[in-house]
């Protein structure tokens, strides 16, 4: 006789009322240096192992769905931990009705076997899988859990939702988490769900905790901080945001893609903001909160990127009370201010902040300046096109022919071209789009630099005859227009002539000298 003093479950109600048993086996492989136990999960049964090698868990009953898992128990305390050797039955679930055998696992070291790098893919298992290039994790959470300081995550293309791939936290790490093939096609969709954001940093992480790669997009924050839909840093975190594209993100106030607050001064370079929303401050991007309570000075450096389509308060960048800032060679076109300025870049009370080699240019608002500094504000504007002018060594007014039909790349005939000024940063660098930084002698305003096209030449060369008694200096002619000239029958050559040309090539004995064929 049983009493039960709780709910039973399926399996025992299957027992009680006359369901059968039958039981599971295979084989337990494993080919790494840890030791301990091997415990077979069946549900909720168990059986243990002293090594690989054969198993067995019987009186499981039936009918009955099971997932069958193993773990090596290092530490003797009869539950998996996240560092112990794993594995998982290809086949399951399985719905058992009779004996099963051949339900075989490999267990696997959750660090990979290269020691650097973490490896995350949409088809990937948190459970199953160990983080190695050949047996991802699903999540980029789980990756980064798993992750040591100096390691990379590095994250397959596609999109990624869900738990685990929103809200995702560094926990401090001094990791490279970097997508695999780029920004376009690697997502991490927050879906709109409210109160949620792509990354918080808050463990004082610093510029060698670095984000690479990724579009974020569809953040939404109401409350839940200061703000930040794409990514929030507080607490001192200052990471490197670079390589990213932020899309469609919300807040309620301060920076509808990024915000950083509280001593953080995140690096932000060569990213992409378009269609960022803040009820309140920046649109794309807000530093700071003030001395406010007590707060720390917070900072940042926004270096070769692009902002278009943002809205805020006031426009795509705000530097709040008190904080320092510096925008180096970026395009902020076609942005819009809701109340102050004109959609550009916002320096409140008490900011220190520099924009040099920087478009500020067809931004829209309620104000007159392209760049809004109310009361003791006075940034430092240096090399920059601004639409409304700006004091400052350097800077010019003209239309920068940075069209959004050409991606807000510079035009032939651009006043920002070799309008710059050279800053240590740049040698070897590359612009937005990764091509060099300087090309000439001054670098280019704004995140894209104007690549001069070089023309490919090649030559034609063959021989030319005469078995006639005229004299005079032989011309060879490519079109016309292209020309070489020999004393005598004999070998030519004209080089330095532009390629994808299509010419007609022909020569003539000049014996009037007139250097035109009779």
């Known amino acids: 006789i049983r009493i039960y003093n709780r709910a ?22 494993y080919s790494g240096s840890q030791t301990g136990q091997i415990v077979v999960v069946a549900g909720a049964y168990t059986n243990k192992i002293a090594a690989p090698g054969a198993y067995s868990i019987s009186d499981l009953p039936t009918p009955g769905t099971y997932s069958v898992t193993a773990f090596r128990d290092v530490n003797g305390n009869n539950q998996r931990d996240a560092s112990e050797p794993y594995g998982a039955y290809a086949g399951n679930p399985i719905i058992l009705t009779s004996n099963l055998a051949g339900v075989d696992m490999t267990l696997s070291d959750p660090i990979p076997a290269d020691g650097s790098n973490i490896y995350v893919a949409v088809e990937g298992s948190d459970l199953a899988g160990n983080g190695s290039a050949n047996n991802p994790f699903a999540t980029i959470q789980k990756g980064i859990d798993v992750a040591t300081n100096g390691q990379s995550v590095i994250v397959g293309p596609g999109t990624y939702t869900g738990a685990g791939n929103r809200d995702i936290d560094f ?35 610093g510029y060698t905790s670095i984000l690479d790669g990724f579009t974020i997009r569809n953040g939404h924050i109401q409350y839940n901080g200061w703000g930040g839909g794409g990514v929030y840093c507080e607490n001192g975190a200052s990471p490197t945001i670079r390589n990213c ?17 509280t001593g953080s001064s995140p690096i932000i370079e060569s990213c992409m903001f378009s269609g960022n929303t803040s009820e309140w401050s920046g649109g794309a991007i807000s530093i700071g909160q003030g001395r406010e309570q007590g707060q720390s000075v917070a900072g940042g450096q926004i270096i070769n990127s692009l902002f278009y389509g943002n809205v805020g308060t006031g426009g795509a960048i705000t530097f709040l009370g008190f904080t320092t800032g510096h925008v180096y060679s970026s395009t902020i076109v076609s942005n819009t201010a809701r109340y102050v300025g004109r959609g550009g870049v916002s320096c409140n009370t008490g900011t220190t902040v520099q924009v040099v080699d920087t478009i500020v240019f067809g931004n829209t608002g309620p104000g007159t300046n392209q760049i809004y500094t109310p009361d003791s504000a006075a940034p430092t504007v240096m090399y920059s096109c601004v639409e409304d002018g ?4 350097g800077n010019i007014t003209s239309n920068p022919l940075a069209m959004a039909a050409n991606g807000y790349r510079l035009l032939a005939g651009s006043a920002c071209i070799n309008a710059g000024t050279n800053l240590g940063w740049m040698a070897g660098s590359g612009d937005l789009d990764g091509n ?13 630099e104007y690549q001069v096209t070089t023309q490919v030449t090649a030559q034609i060369s063959g021989t030319v005859t005469y078995g006639g008694i005229q004299s005079g200096t032989i011309w060879i002619v490519a079109t016309n227009s292209m020309t070489a000239a020999i004393s005598d029958p004999g070998s030519y050559e004209i080089a330095n002539l532009p390629t994808g040309v299509n010419y007609s090539v022909t020569a003539f004995r000049d ?8």
Do not use: C
């Open 390 to 393: 700006f004091p400052g060594a």
């Open 245 to 261: 594209v932020f899309e469609s993100n919300w807040t309620h106030r301060n920076g509808g893609a990024v915000h950083a607050h």
């Open 171 to 205: 926990g401090g790490k001094a990791i490279t988490v970097l997508s695999l093939s780029g920004a376009v096609s690697t997502i991490i969709d927050v879906q709109s769900l409210n109160e949620s954001r792509g990354f918080y940093f808050h463990s004082n992480e």
């Open 511 to 518: 014996m009037s000298g007139n250097e035109i064929r009779d």
């Open 436 to 448: 060099p930084r300087i090309v000439g002698e001054r670098t280019d305003i704004g995140a894209y």
């Open 8 to 29: 039973l479950t399926s399996n025992e109600v299957w027992e009680l009322y006359g369901g059968g048993s039958a039981s599971v086996s295979g084989t337990i492989s």
